[in-house]
């Protein structure tokens, strides 16, 4: 399973990814569940939840010289936020596909 969605998400026409199922009890084919009858997560749910946190971008610093933070995460929703010392500023931004950097100006 972890090859097929390494393949699907490194694919530039996969738009997303579905699991049609996870639960022991009500999975058609035998051995393809990620959480058995007891709902203990299996061997493979645990390695699709250690995929799931890899795919995941955090990143935290501090504005460079030239006002600029940078970052290499991968494509998805993005929540920023940015701390003074008396406020907080909350963005949200989108990365698309693509193997161009973004630049995101926020207004502050």
Same mark, same amino acid.
């Given at each position: !399973?972890? #090859? !097929?969605?390494r393949e699907a998400f490194a694919h530039p026409? #996969?738009?997303?990814?579905?699991?049609?199922g996870f639960w022991e009890l009500y999975m058609p084919r035998e051995n393809a569940h990620l959480v058995n009858a007891e709902g203990k997560i299996n061997a493979a749910g645990k390695r699709y939840l250690a995929l799931k946190k890899e795919w995941?971008?955090?990143a935290s610093g501090y504005i460079d010289a030239h006002s600029e933070f940078r970052f290499r995460g991968f494509?998805?929703?993005y929540n920023i936020e940015i701390n003074f010392p008396t406020t907080k500023i909350?963005?949200?931004?989108v990365v698309d596909k693509g193997e161009?950097?973004?630049a995101i100006?926020?207004?502050l």
């Open positions: !399973m972890e #090859v !097929m969605l026409a #996969v738009e997303g990814i579905i699991l049609w995941l971008s955090r494509h998805g929703t909350n963005r949200t931004f161009l950097p973004l100006n926020i207004d």
